[in-house]
């Protein structure tokens, strides 16, 4: 008997270390999976792939980014909600698929506030109000009183039915109190293609966009929908500053990681990501595409995804808006 529990002895102090005690390697132990829902090459792919150049050198892991196109980004947030709350699964979320989607498509196989963390607000793109050179106003005060003098005779352009600047209209109709017809397109060429050609009056576009099209007088900036001028157009004045005050019309990129990823490596992941936005040369790289750098706490950003939840659905119920 004493030479069997000389054994045991022996033998359990051989064996490798425990999986508890593994479980104490600091975050992260191993290479993190960044989720993209589209496909490479496209303006959100280019941010994403920035975010985890960096991310790789602050981590001292390498971060690999894994594209999931597909219906309207419903599949990478699909492959992201059935991950492990563990920080080795980052996606990056936006406006239209985590405060819009959810209006739109009832059955979606995820619920965007219970299976996501918030980690980091990343990016901003503000919108511009255009109209053709033919629309009478040339600012924000007479382009209201045109269009109550008209309502129903004008119409605006969007990028797509449920799209950021489909919703950007429909605020705007709400909160100027005017009428205007809406006309879906499928894509920003198209859209901007027609409004420079006069078969739409309006659209809602980023200055990156649109500013070639108004350095040469095809189209005309009314106003921006933002806190401040942009540096693009400094010229365009904001809505706040032209009788509109409160209307702000934009979309936005995040960070967001599975819900139950310990909050360490959630505070982990929101220091170093907002260390890298404060990097000059990635100021650089967002400004050409047309991106504010956001950053701010997990919490901030948690309560403008609520935030962003009520105004965009309360726009989709009232325009009654449906996917299509």
């Known amino acids: 008997m004493r030479h069997a529990t000389v054994f045991a002895i022996l033998f359990f102090a051989a064996l490798p270390p425990s999986s508890p005690r ?51 980004g419903r599949i990478g947030l699909d492959t992201a909600a059935k991950a492990a709350p563990d920080g080795y699964t980052l996606f990056l979320g936006s ?13 979606l196989p995820y619920d965007t506030e219970r299976d996501f963390a918030p980690v980091v607000l990343a990016t901003r793109v503000r919108y511009l109000l255009l109209a053709h050179p033919a629309v009478p106003a040339n600012n924000l005060k007479d382009l209201l009183a045109l269009l109550r003098a008209k309502p129903g005779q004008m119409n605006y352009a969007s990028i797509g039915v449920g799209s950021s600047s489909h919703l950007a209209g429909e605020l705007f109709k709400k909160a100027a109190k005017v ?9 920003a060429s198209p859209a ?53 005050p409160g209307f702000e019309a934009s979309t936005w990129f995040g960070v967001l990681t599975r819900t139950g990823t310990p909050n ?35 919490k901030a950003f948690a309560e403008f995804l609520m935030a962003e939840r009520v105004k965009w659905g309360g726009v989709i119920r009232e325009a009654g808006i449906k996917s299509e």
Not at 95 to 105: A, D, E, R
Not at 179 to 187: D, F, N, T
């Open 264 to 298: 360490a490596i959630v505070t982990t992941l929101n220091e170093s990501i907002n260390r890298i936005l404060r990097m000059d040369d990635v100021r650089a790289r967002l400004a050409a595409l047309d991106a504010e750098p956001a950053g701010g706490t997990s």
């Open 192 to 244: 901007l293609t027609d409004l420079v050609g006069g078969q739409v009056q309006f659209l809602f576009a980023s200055p990156v966009a649109a500013a070639p099209y108004i350095n040469s007088g095809r189209i005309k900036a009314i106003a921006i929908a933002a806190p401040a001028r942009a540096p693009l157009l400094p010229d365009v004045a904001t809505f706040d500053e032209s009788g509109l």
């Open 22 to 72: 593994a479980q104490t390697a600091p975050y992260p132990a191993r290479p993190v999976r960044f989720i993209v829902p589209s496909t490479p090459a496209g303006p959100t792919d280019i941010l994403v792939r920035l975010l985890a150049e960096h991310l790789t050198q602050s981590l001292r892991q390498q971060v690999i980014v894994d594209n999931r196109p597909g219906a309207a």
């Open 179 to 187: 009428s205007l017809l809406h006309v879906p397109y499928k894509g």
């Open 95 to 107: 406006q239209g698929n985590l405060t819009v989607s959810p209006f739109l498509h009832r059955k």
